[in-house]
């Protein structure tokens, strides 16, 4: 079983809609997580990390659910330019482990 | 889904010794393929990029004698890390993209690998 598991999708959504991400992961001791965004040929970019009291960053939010060993990503009001492979994060005590990665297109 | 299988996920080795990473793609085929790298407390940093059959294109900075990396087939790509020492210790990180006439998958991230040289 992978230590990080996103739905790989792809999630095509028009325009405006709402679009959630789950994540979830197996090492109960893991201490913090974030979501990255990965945009086409480039390398992957924070996009904001995830507190227990969930988080809100303009149109993402994050939440985490420790009981459940789940995270989140909910983008609101979606931009074309949402578009992109989203990368949920998990940092262990030593190492950081990477979800493989959810694509989503925003389309007109 | 597309899986990359990154192997392996930890190690441990000597200075001087060299240290191979392999990335698979288990269900797609891999025309390109990224290699990260992470320090503590740092975001990825790309390293290189590698299309299969041809030479990798490696990011300024990034020594390409030091850090091998083959993709000779549309399933396989490594990076060997050469005479490595204490300060190459870090988290390695493979992504791969498949072929533009496949479903196309977008970017798929191997799990990983911890390296720490001793």
């Known amino acids: 079983r992978k230590e990080v598991e996103q739905d790989p999708g792809p999630f095509n959504v028009p325009e405006g809609a709402t679009v959630a991400f789950n994540c979830t992961y197996s090492n109960s001791a893991s201490q913090s997580f974030f979501w990255y965004r990965q945009d086409c040929r480039k390398e992957p970019k924070l996009l904001m990390s995830?507190?227990?009291s969930g988080n809100e960053d303009g149109r993402f939010t994050a939440q985490l659910n420790r009981a459940s060993q789940y995270i989140s990503l909910l983008i609101r009001d979606s931009k074309l330019s949402d578009s992109a492979t989203y990368l949920c994060?998990?940092?262990?005590?030593?190492?950081?482990?990477f979800g493989a990665g959810t694509r989503l297109t925003v389309k007109p | 889904g597309a899986v990359v299988s990154q192997h392996p996920s930890r190690v441990i080795c000597k200075s001087g010794t060299s240290v191979k990473i392999e990335c698979r793609s288990l269900?797609?085929?891999?025309?390109?393929m990224f290699w990260y790298r992470q320090f503590p407390k740092q975001s990825l940093m790309l390293m290189a990029t590698s299309n299969e059959g041809s030479k990798a294109t490696y990011e300024q900075g990034v020594e390409k004698d030091k850090f091998l990396i083959n993709h000779a087939s549309l399933t396989l790509s490594t990076l060997t890390v050469t005479s490595a020492h204490p300060e190459d210790s870090s988290f390695y990180i493979c992504?791969?993209?498949?072929?533009?006439?496949?479903?196309?998958?977008?970017?798929?991230f191997g799990s990983g690998t911890r390296l720490t040289v001793v």
């Open positions: 994060v998990v940092n262990n005590r030593d190492d950081m482990r």
């Open positions: 995830v507190y227990s």
């Open positions: 269900d797609f085929q891999a025309t390109t």
């Open positions: 992504s791969a993209e498949g072929r533009v006439d496949y479903p196309n998958y977008g970017y798929t």
